[in-house]
């Protein structure tokens, strides 16, 4: 059957969190790196789209191109290590350790953040012709992104960071769920249908992505955005990616764990 039951999948699950944390630094790096470029190409693709049209729902149907082509290529998302590995520590696989949970994190932070930032300098400079002209209407669009999605949390403050930090739990649930929704067919039309619905779901509603963010917070101020590096770090990244772990590991990976792997004894009527 193309279809995978939840106890079959959620064992997938644990699998490849177990593989990833044994990755060798080469394969981890390489991985994450064509992972964030591709995802930023998705991102710049989206938002191409919507201001073409005029409808940013138009280009958040059009984004999970980018997710479902790294996924079926086998490359790996800050976000989806964040659900993927610590099942396997929960699950008590041999060898695993928070040490080498970290270590991957460590790694596929920096991979994606090349591979984004990467695709960040390329596109700036076709969006101003070598830095010799101003950017147009979607380099505009992404340095106005850059400055409301910082400076426009900072203006609230504590409430602010809150609803930062909300954003990319919800954010990560959506993605987690198109990541273990790829594991429940076994046909690529399958895997892009699964993965298309939460991934379109997560960009139409402009959750925050860790990932993504690392192609239009660096593309945004290369392109002229008024804000600074640390309110990148301080109003994006950071509360971002804590969001992102918490959103991803609490709503999708310990819940599908714990109800289909580890789920509790049946009642006995005898």
Known sequence: MSYLVPAEFVTKMVDAGESKIFMSTRDTLIRAYMAGAILALAAVFAVTVAVQTGSPLIGAMLFPVGFSMLYLMGFDLLTGVFVLTPLALFDKRPGVTIGGILRNWGLVFVGNF??????????????????????????????????????GYKEYGAAGMLTLFIRGMLCNWMVSLGVVGAMISTTVSGK???????????????????????????SAMILGGNFSVMDYIIWNEIPTVLGNLVGGLAFTGLTLYTTHLRTAPKRSFS
């Open 192 to 218: 892009v249908i699964a993965m298309w619905m939460p991934i379109m779901l997560f960009f139409a509603m402009v959750f925050e992505h860790s990932v993504v963010n690392m192609f239009l917070f660096p």
């Open 114 to 151: 090349a591979g984004a930032f990467t695709v960040a300098v390329m596109m700036a400079i076709v969006f101003t012709y070598g830095f010799s002209t101003d950017p147009g209407p979607v380099g505009q669009k992404l340095a106005g992104i850059g400055e409301a999605r910082t400076l």
